[in-house]
């Protein structure tokens, strides 16, 4: 069995005013107790690999005043590791300060899928709705016919109900679904 598309979709998931408030407190005033915790891991764990290869293979990186320094740090290894850190976040605010209008947007663009989605849904149940009355019809006036007396045909039946022929026998192939009530 298939996910739903609002399980599936993860734009779906979110909370547009949550999505601005979030924007704007890494912009207004972010600290550390703001990163999510699997953020700060990767975070952590991708400032270890930096630093070292920094102090590894600092000409690489056009930081060729760290070659001498890998033996004897002008600084201690925690503090550049904090260094590099903060240039993360630094970096992170920095780029969120720069699409700042295209990250607030994006609320709307949340809301605006949201809202067509489920305006998709409510056009599906009325249809479904509208299917199922005309089907509940169809049948009954066969069974109407039938305790008339008379002999009831596709045709006859169409004819009375003003559909077609196909639509009787889908009628009676179709089991009728229960919908949950809104």
Not at 128 to 157: H, L, Q
Request: hydrophobic fraction near 35%; charge should be positive.
């Amino acid at each position: 069995m298939s996910k739903s598309k609002s399980k599936r979709d993860p734009i779906m998931a979110m909370d547009a005013a949550e999505w601005r408030r979030r924007i704007r407190q890494v912009l207004h005033a972010p600290d550390e107790s703001y990163w999510p915790n699997e953020y700060q891991d990767l975070i952590d764990h991708n400032v270890e690999m930096i630093a070292d290869a920094l102090l590894d293979r600092p000409s690489q990186f056009g930081l060729a005043s760290v070659k001498h320094t890998r033996g004897r740090y002008s600084m201690s290894a925690k503090d550049f590791y904090q260094a590099v850190s903060n240039a993360f976040y630094a970096g992170f605010v920095e780029a969120v300060r720069m699409h700042e209008c295209e990250l607030l947007s994006v609320g709307d663009l949340i809301e605006r899928r949201q809202s067509h989605d489920a305006a998709g849904d409510k056009g599906r149940d009325t249809l479904t709705r509208k299917k199922e009355d005309r089907f509940a019809r169809i049948r009954a006036k066969w069974a109407e016919m039938e305790a008339a007396g008379e002999e009831p045909t596709n045709e006859s039946v169409a004819r009375a109900c003003g559909v077609s022929r196909s639509t009787v026998i889908r009628a009676f192939k179709s089991k009728p679904t229960h919908r949950p009530k809104r």
